[in-house]
């Protein structure tokens, strides 16, 4: 909440420059002149208080004096006290009202927006700041709903069945990706000096009234943010001790109400998830909580440059901040497979919004002129892991598998390569009087794609057969389909292709690589060359 002073143009408090934020949010002015009218009557009341409560002290005072003589008090007197001990009464409910209005209002009204923020109420307007990687894709490329399956990283048919909407199962090497990129996420942030902190799940309705307003008993945290932003409450932080860096690991619960089309597939808009946060508080000072912002953005970027993710940094509009944030950066990572930016960090100062409710002053006392500081605080995502998983597969996809990113490997015990188990799965089912969508351009993959796969991947050989396996019926249907427009040479480039990539062998000096355990049975065992073979001669026979 904002600081009451700056509604007191008497005291040097500015309204304006409150009125002028709330345009720039697109939001309600109206409710400046509504704290300002609450707050002068809380004061004509508390002064009407101050003044009673003398009066009932002198009157107590000359009851005691007769009290000490064993002498009776004029009913008068008595009579005025009771009177006294009424108004008393009534005034200290009508202060607690003024407040409680005062204080609403206050709630309800936003952070002070800086000058560098574009003005606007729509995100298409968002500037973007920083560009890293190609934003490029190939038609061939699916989206993270389709890969999840194929991969088998995750079950949602039975999520859901066991937990509603948006549940799912993470299974086999879904699992491992997951946790891999947790390590990897409080490793980059502990090596830059960053305290680790698992926050509990649950917060009480004292604190996260403070935090965010809610009024329950008790909720499940939205992001660990909220707890550390708690972690400090009602304490003095001497500037020595600034700033303080934390790495926040939690599970996160959000409800995701409303519909976000193929966003409530698969696992990228779900109710639970994880995610590894940096939280800082600092010094009120200067441009120090500023500075602090553009360090934390840059340690996102740093983040996901290791890990070869192209993306762009946005600063945000106007309009579109929640009331806690100051001014907020975006980054957008790039999905080449769903040919979209989609955002996976959020970093936000909150300055001393968050902080004066809470009560985590700055310094050791009061200053000279007798007002409090409060620290600053922000906040900003590394990573919430279902969602970057889903990033991570569109950008390392092949035509027969997943590739892991080379920082990832180490927290997977090695493995380098998931392969697909199982063909693309079906379109979903259209709601009432929804138009599907522009089915993808039918791809077969070519030889220079599957020998580029198949070397990329540098596993075992049953990385290829599930690969067989699995794209086998496709381009038999694909074979068909061409045998009644195209009787014969694209019958033959085909057989051609489907021999090579049958015949296609890993690099003599390469060892067998790690692979992904399937995510739910292994492959039967087989004779490699006699099942290659017949795979061939089948071929060559539809074909011909």
Request: with cysteine; aromatic share 8%; glycine share 6%.
């Amino acid at each position: 909440m904002l600081d009451i002073l700056l509604f007191r143009s008497e005291q040097g408090g500015d309204p304006d420059l409150v009125r002028e934020s709330q345009r720039r949010r697109y939001a309600d002015v109206a409710l400046v002149d509504q704290v300002i009218e609450y707050d002068q009557e809380w004061r004509k009341t508390r002064y009407s208080l101050d003044q009673a409560l003398t009066t009932r002290g002198k009157t107590q005072k000359e009851i005691g004096g007769f009290m000490k003589k064993k002498e009776t008090p004029p009913p008068e007197l008595l009579e005025q006290k009771k009177a006294i001990e009424e108004e008393i009464a009534q005034l200290q409910a009508k202060e607690k009202e003024c407040i409680e209005l005062r204080d609403s209002t206050i709630g309800k009204i936003g952070n002070l927006v800086p000058d560098d923020v574009p003005v606007h109420d729509d995100e298409e307007h968002n500037a973007v700041v920083h560009e890293f990687g190609e934003f490029k894709r190939e038609d061939w490329m699916l989206s993270h709903y389709d890969l999840i399956q194929m991969a088998g990283l995750a079950n949602t048919e039975r999520g859901s069945q066991v937990a509603g909407s948006r549940g799912y199962f993470l299974t086999g090497a879904g699992v491992l990706l997951n946790q891999a990129l947790i390590s990897y996420a409080m490793h980059f942030l502990t090596s830059r000096g960053a305290t680790l902190l698992q926050t509990p799940f649950v917060m009480n309705k004292s604190l996260m009234s403070k935090v965010t307003g809610a009024s329950e008993d008790q909720y499940l945290i939205a992001t660990s943010e909220q707890p550390i932003c708690a972690y400090h409450h009602g304490e003095w932080i001497d500037d020595k001790q600034l700033p303080k860096r934390y790495a926040g690991y939690s599970t996160c619960f959000r409800k995701e109400a409303g519909s976000h089309g193929r966003d409530q597939l698969g696992i990228f808009r779900v109710h639970q998830f994880e995610k590894v946060e940096q939280f800082a508080i600092t010094s009120p000072e200067g441009k120090t909580s500023w500075d602090e912002q553009e360090r934390m953005i840059q340690t996102s970027m740093d983040f996901y440059q290791s890990l070869g993710i192209p993306y762009k940094v946005v600063n945000i509009v106007s309009g579109e901040l929640n009331d806690a944030a100051a001014k907020k950066y975006d980054l957008e990572a790039w999905f080449p497979g769903s040919n979209a930016h989609r955002e996976l960090v959020s970093c936000s100062n909150c300055t001393d919004y968050q902080s004066r409710r809470l009560e985590v002053r700055f310094g050791q006392t009061k200053t000279d002129d007798g007002k409090k500081k409060y620290c600053h605080m922000l906040n900003s995502t590394l990573i919430a892991t279902e969602r970057a998983m889903c990033c991570v597969i569109e950008n390392y996809q092949t035509p027969i598998g997943i590739r892991v990113p080379d920082v990832l490997q180490e927290y997977m015990g090695g493995v380098d390569f998931i392969p697909f188990v199982s063909p693309p799965p079906p379109p979903p089912k259209l709601k009432k009087g929804e138009k599907p969508p522009p089915p993808p351009a039918q791809h077969v993959p070519t030889k220079e794609e599957v020998a580029k796969a198949v070397a990329e991947a540098r596993g075992p050989r049953v990385a290829l057969q599930q690969y067989m396996d699995a794209i086998t019926p496709q381009l038999n249907d694909a074979l068909n389909a061409l045998a009644r427009e195209r009787p014969e040479q694209p019958l033959e480039a085909l057989a051609s292709l489907l021999a090579a990539a049958a015949a296609a062998q890993p690099p003599a000096a390469a060892q067998p690589a790690a692979v992904a355990p399937a995510a739910e049975a292994a492959p039967p065992a087989f004779d490699e060359a006699e099942d290659l073979k017949k795979k061939q001669e089948d071929l060559a026979r539809k074909a011909k």
